[in-house]
């Protein structure tokens, strides 16, 4: 591994192109084979010739065609457009062909993109490459379906070149040995664009964060327009923006300049004057369909009416135009001195024209520079101190030009607020995208190009669903895949390396985004003084980071894309080598704190495929996920862990694992909400808990299942499976599961209004209460003790015992800030608050609810947010804010949480939605709403709640018919009776208040 992995092969994302000669049979079949090869060999050659000129590689020759490959072995940006030139070229090259031979010889050519594994075959002597895969397959029968004369595209390719091209949609089509329809596409030819075009093509995104640079820009400018003329470069890493940038000044340029624009392209890196001849076609405009004599013509006639002094450069500013000129003396001239005299031509062409208006050049990605052209932008450099010229360049920091007096503007990745305004503009700001756009924000680094290829690309896997600025997050997976045009944009910058330094770079990438210096030496199986030079390399090719933590060096990968590349680059049977032994150097060299390499020790051992290892270690770090908040990724790590039983054959040591996971997973799915997929879980815990035929186990899954079914308002389900878990949990001598047990059967006794009974089992828990319950903590979503406090504060709240659920509030308050524990605090706090409406005091309601209320968004925990909308719409009335409290009750509608599975909470919020109503004078909204919540109410069997909606429905019926108290009366007297069953005191208090109302 050290000598690195091209040998062995690597993935590869290119293009593939097929090209062979139509009927070559028929042609030869009377031939010798010398008279064969004198027929196909001229016709192969250009075939070669035309790939070999768009920088592509030839990797077989048959008898009557070739394959190529584009992108390989060196990645390629372009590789797709570069392909699709290469096609056009060779066609052309077989009509001059024919044309010069007299011959009807036609070929057809097939191109398809996608990922190969490239290998080398050979040795020592020589070197070749072949690639394999189905992308290869899909390019040969691409070929195969093409009519004589012909290039067919699959929608691979064109997908990748469709900007830079024209081609005709042909439909889908059945290609052999494909189960489905490949959709295809005729190549016609290309369009002359830049990359910036192309780009531009299909609208522009907001710029965003630029301010300060455009402001630099501007004040260059204004220098320049006063005489005194710049050069600027700027300097930034593909995407960054710096395209965006520019063109973004320019549209504000004001109209008396003169804007001149190229580009340089990696293809024409070694083509003389590339640049400069486009700024002279554009400055006399020569058009590419202009025959040689008219181009002369009209540059002759251009360059005699902008300066008298020009005419004796004519011939130097032909040649850049690769036109001929008849001066005699010019003929003459041997190379250096004709290069001379091309400096001087276009030193007085930019002069001459500057004195007419002022100038602006601007010329794109110089990183690809000609050397004649650079040599005729240093002489212009020297001479712009008092000229009317600003000489804007751009160009990416891995190749850095610089010429004299040229000021550098580097362009920063965008800031976390600023990604997200441009990703907000992209998406839209619907609550459901809250966790995708942190992905995307940590994925892309500030780069908007990469924002805004991700955003597109979750469009395109219809991760999200929707229309522009307004979509939502699907129900299927949530990976986000790296695009094509951001792949290929990395991997040519990985493939500039060294091979010594792209190995360490990948091997990098094996161990994570953080690589501990320690662990990088053992895999390579050098002292790290060694690796210095090449992590330097990589350091200050922006690849890496270092950081010393604690005495320790690290090193980072600046782009978690950089590394997925770099990783996704490398054989399957590589990478399951390397996290192998990433594995065995982790529990060798750090066998006394395992513990602080959980997470990546599940990750190397699933991904090394060493299955019965990797279960334990992801079990710990799933709990380890769930500790920290992660809930998501504590999901995804479960996800993993079924993929890798599955590997596992059946046994008890099996099943005991899969009850784990189950138990393990649901901590995470509670705060985001998941309520209907943890009964699915625990159900299917529960079965295999009852196989196992282990007594704890039993329990335990029962003591989760309880919660899920009370969530979901199956309270009799629920209560059969508390029971079941205190039955066992007594048994077994049990404290842990005994005091959840309690706690269960104690919250579905406070759901369905039986608070009194709900606060013997609660106070039975109090009294078995342990620090070691908060500690262990198996299967609480929040702190055991705090939870337990929560309900009984809230029970006492319904039963008006306001000074003991004060007590309890702050008890369960201190010790969720204790522990901070964000789910704890939110869950206590919700109660808080509506102690602190009850008892007139909205204010610090208000207070109390908003500290949680960010906390649950930004932390997904969907269930919570109809309740805190709720208790904060509450507070609102309270205090008199009648638009506040709507306000905020629309939001969980906003944020599309659905009513199935957190009716838990909609019931709080249909009941604060109606009071705002109604206070709003919005009494048929009121009235419909209310009907929803009892409904609702009625549906989960919870007396409390039918109290609650059946109080406001006589509060709304009294105010549509104030002349007929019938309606009102029967709800209230309905409300009542419930209240004193329940033994409801503020409300049985508020009912009779309403009905003395009604008679009076």
């Known amino acids: 591994m050290r000598s690195g992995t091209s040998m062995l092969g690597e993935r590869k994302r290119v293009t593939v ?44 020759t048959r008898g009557d065609g070739i394959m190529a490959l584009f992108g390989a072995p060196i990645a390629s940006e372009d590789h797709a457009v570069q392909a699709c030139r290469a096609a056009l070229a060779a066609r052309n090259a077989i009509i001059e062909f024919n044309r010069l031979h007299q011959r009807s010889i036609s070929i057809r050519i097939g191109l398809n993109s996608g990922q190969v594994i490239i290998h080398s075959i050979g040795n020592n002597l020589a070197m070749n490459y072949d690639a394999v895969g189905k992308t290869v397959h899909l390019a040969a029968r691409m070929e195969a379906l093409a009519s004589p004369g012909s290039i067919k595209l699959s929608s691979d390719t064109f997908q990748l070149a469709k900007g830079f091209i024209s081609a005709l949609q042909l439909g889908p089509e059945q290609a052999k040995g ?39 820009l501007k004040k260059l400018l204004d220098n320049a327009a006063a005489g005194h003329g710049r050069a600027v470069t700027i300097v930034g890493p593909a995407g960054i923006g710096k395209s965006r940038l520019v063109h973004e000044f320019i549209a504000s340029v004001p109209e008396e300049w003169l804007v001149l624009q190229t580009t340089c392209a990696s293809q024409r890196a070694n083509s003389s004057y590339y640049p400069v001849s486009t700024l002279i076609r554009e400055l006399f405009g020569v058009r590419a369909e202009d025959s040689p004599a008219s181009a002369a013509s009209r540059t002759s006639t251009r360059v005699a009416r902008l300066d008298p002094n ?36 276009m030193k007085t062409l930019v002069f001459s024209q500057e004195r007419l208006t002022p100038l602006l050049i601007l010329i794109e990605d110089i990183h690809w520079v000609d050397a004649e052209t ?74 908007p190009l990469f924002v805004e290829e991700l955003a597109q690309a979750l469009k395109d896997t219809k991760v999200l669903v929707g229309d522009p600025g307004r979509y939502k997050v699907s129900d299927g997976s949530s990976n986000i895949k790296i695009p094509e045009t951001i792949h290929s944009v990395l991997a040519s910058r990985i493939d500039l390396l060294d091979q010594a330094t792209k190995s360490l770079l990948q091997m990098s990438a094996v161990i994570g985004k953080d690589i501990s210096l320690i662990l990088l030496s053992g895999m390579v199986g050098t002292d790290p003084d060694e690796l210095a030079p090449r992590l330097l390399a990589l350091e200050s090719g922006d690849f890496l980071r270092k950081a010393t933590a604690s005495g320790t060096v690290e090193y980072s990968f600046k782009h978690e894309l950089t590394r997925e590349v770099a990783y996704g680059m490398m054989l399957l049977s590589v990478r399951r080598y390397l996290h192998a032994k990433a594995i065995e150097i982790i529990e060798l060299r750090f066998a006394d704190r395992l513990d602080e390499h959980i997470d990546r020790l599940a990750d190397h051992a699933f991904l090394a495929e060493l299955w019965q290892k990797a279960v334990p270690y992801q079990l710990r770090s799933c709990r380890r996920a769930i500790k920290r908040g992660a809930n998501q990724d504590a999901i995804a790590i479960y996800e993993r862990g079924r993929q890798t039983l599955a590997h596992w054959p059946p046994s008890s040591k099996k099943t005991i694992s899969e009850i784990d996971l189950h138990l393990t997973v649901i901590t995470a799915l509670e705060p985001i909400g998941m309520h209907q997929r943890i009964a699915d879980v625990l159900r299917e815990a529960r079965r295999l808990a009852e196989e196992s035929r282990e007594p704890w186990r039993i329990a335990a899954v029962n003591c989760q299942l309880t919660v899920a079914l009370w969530r979901l308002g199956y309270h009799v389900e629920a209560m059969t499976a508390a029971q079941t878990a205190q039955s066992i949990a007594e048994k077994i001598g049990q404290p842990v599961l005994t005091f959840a047990a309690l706690h269960n059967v104690g919250i579905i006794h406070h759901e369905t209004g039986d608070f009194t009974q709900s606060l013997a089992y609660h106070e039975k828990c109090l009294a078995i209460e342990t620090p070691e319950i908060d500690e262990k903590r198996a299967g609480w979503a929040a702190l055991p003790s705090v939870m337990l406090r929560t309900f009984m504060a809230d029970s006492l709240i319904d039963l008006g015992d306001f000074s003991r659920a004060e007590a309890l509030a702050k008890e369960a308050r201190l010790l969720a800030v204790a522990a901070n524990h964000s789910y704890s605090r939110a869950n206590i706090n919700h109660v808080f608050g509506r102690l602190r409406i009850a008892q007139g005091r909205p204010v610090e309601a208000l207070a109390l609810l908003n500290e949680s209320w960010q906390t649950c968004l930004d932390l997904e925990m969907k269930q919570m947010y109809p309740v805190f909308a709720s208790r904060m719409g509450e507070a609102y009335l309270a205090l008199g804010d009648v638009e506040s409290a709507l306000n905020i009750l629309a939001v969980p509608e906003k944020l599309d949480i659905p009513l199935a599975e957190h009716a838990f909470g909609w019931r709080f919020l249909f009941i604060a939605q109606g009071r705002a109503f109604l206070a709003a004078g919005r009494s048929k909204e009121a009235k419909a709403v209310a009907e929803r919540a009892l409904a609702l109410a009625e549906e989960r069997g919870e007396l409390p709640q039918q109290v609650y909606a059946k109080k406001l429905l006589g509060d709304i019926a009294h105010i549509l018919d104030t002349s007929n108290t019938t309606t009102a009366e029967r709800y209230y007297r309905e409300a009542l009776g419930l209240a004193e069953q329940c033994s409801m005191q503020p409300y049985t208090t508020l009912c009779n208040d309403a009905l003395a109302t009604l008679v009076a």
Not at 187 to 209: D, F, N, Y
Not at 388 to 411: F, H, N, Y
């Open 17 to 60: 192109l097929f090209a062979d000669i139509q009927r070559s049979t028929e042609l030869i079949d009377q031939l010798d084979p010398e008279e064969a090869l004198e027929v196909i060999g001229p016709v192969l050659k250009r075939l070669m010739d035309a790939v070999h000129e768009h920088d592509g590689l030839v990797n077989q």
């Open 178 to 216: 494909v189960a489905e329809p490949v959709e295809t596409y005729e190549l016609v030819s290309m369009r002359p664009r830049t990359r910036w075009q192309a780009r531009s093509s299909g609208g522009l995104s907001p710029l965003i964060g630029r301010r300060t640079e455009l402001d630099f």
């Open 310 to 345: 020009l005419p004796p450069h004519l011939p130097a500013i032909l040649s850049l135009l690769d036109l001929n000129s008849e001066d005699e003396d010019w003929k003459k001239l041997e190379p250096s001195e004709r290069r001379n005299k091309v400096i001087d031509a």
């Open 374 to 447: 650079q040599l005729i932008l240093n002489s212009i450099m020297g001479m712009l101190d008092s000229a009317r010229v600003l000489v804007v360049v751009t160009q990416r920091p891995e190749r850095i030009w610089s010429g004299r007096a040229v000021e550098r503007l580097d362009i920063a990745p965008l800031s976390e607020p600023d990604g997200d305004q441009l990703l907000v503009s992209l998406l839209g700001d619907d609550g459901s995208l809250g966790y995708i756009r942190r992905r995307v924000l940590a994925k892309a680094q500030g780069n």
